[in-house]
């Protein structure tokens, strides 16, 4: 392994942390390109406590390209973390910057509510030709908003919409959105707690291998589902991620999702799967739960959807379940067009064969095999993953904490998740290329032997 101060240009340590005691407006500094005029102490003054991603990197980025951000001071830092997966094609892509320059220069649409627009046109039919079509999928595409937790209050929603019952089934450890619908089936205790109301009309079951092999899949779900003196009433929907990024990097079986869709299948329960964070290619495949063979009745999309960043999500479901009236459900930003231009121009770059599926799939396997190693290596640590959404598991407490840590100080962005913060979750751009991979790698391999 390289040593992580030889595999990141201008490293300096001292240049993460700056100071917050200037109460006074910096000089016009041009750094980048951009001009700054704000004070150093902004942001701990005037933005609000609940930012949390600028606490754990104390730097000031300014401008990104690929799979490197460059902070104003010049320092380059490699990006392990992707937007939390809404960058799967990395920083300003030149095919999809290009795209939407070209809109934007031509005077093309912003703002478009649900009309009807050249850009929304474009993307639908590259959208429906070169992924429905060749997976036999006959979604119809709603746009419900321009985030995650919009798709899946949409899916929820939907789901009761459809069957006139009430009840959700969630998984432990899952991870659906922050507003009110999208956290009632989210299994994060502090999370939970920030509603400040009752989350109800929710049911949690064990997500696969919850209980280490030791109890039946689904035993106990078929068997209140079949008992009328259960007390258990009938759900709407069942949803879930086939590998759950915030929850811990928990990876769903193929063989359990299939069992887990046929379930819902005999009892007449929509199936949703969450492809929020990994979906887009992130696991290889275009949709996550290609893998399993399944068909889910509802599916919920957005980070990358959008190729550039920018904000979109999509609801997809069975033609027969579109039962909304007009403008039942509805948002100001559900026409973002620009999004709909780097989505379609993401669709034509990148899925238009299986070569980029082929690639994320090694070099998610290649980040396996390191993290393999490391665990064979050190006591207490393990990994799961599945294409290139990685984690690496401590059961110490706090020891995935430090190695992120140092891996920032080393110009490597990374975060932890869990519900102890115990793993260190990968998620690279899926365009990184095979160098940039390696020089991330020796530095968290580097970091893991600090800390084990």
Known sequence: MRSPSSTVADHDPSAHFHGTEHATPLPRLSTQGFTMTFSDSIFA????????????????????????????DGHKYLDFFAGAGAL????NHPVLKEALLEYMAGDGITHGLDMSTIAKGEFLQTFQDTILMPRNLDYKVMFPGPTGTNTVEAALKLARKVTG????????????GMTLGALSVT????????????????????????????????????????DSGSGFNKPAGVIVETVQGEGGVNVARAEWLRGLADLCKRHDILLIVDDVQMGCGRTGPFFSFEIAG????????????????????????????DIWEPAEHNGTFRGNNPSFVTAKAAVDHFWSDDAFEKETIAKGNRIHEVFTELSNKHEGVSTRGRGMAQGLVFEAPGQAGKVCQLAFDNHLLTETAGPSDQVVKLLPPLTITHDELEQGLDILATATAQVS
């Open 88 to 91: 799967n094609y990395g920083h």
């Open 45 to 72: 003054e005037r933005e609000s406590e609940v930012r949390s991603y600028s606490r754990g990197w104390p730097a000031v980025f300014a401008t990104a390209s690929g799979s490197w951000l460059t902070d104003r």
């Open 187 to 226: 299994g994060n205790a502090f999370k939970r707690a920030g509603a400040g109301v009752p989350l109800v009309h929710t049911t949690p079951m064990p997500y696969d291998d919850y209980f280490d092999g030791e109890m039946q899949d689904f035993g106990w779900f078929e068997r209140v589902l079949e």
């Open 294 to 321: 399944i068909t889910p009745d509802i599916v919920t999309l957005s980070k990358s959807i959008g190729g550039y960043g920018l904000p979109m999500a999509l609801t997809l479901f069975r033609r027969d379940l």
């Open 165 to 176: 019952r009430e009840a959700i089934i969630n998984f432990t450890n899952a991870f659906h």
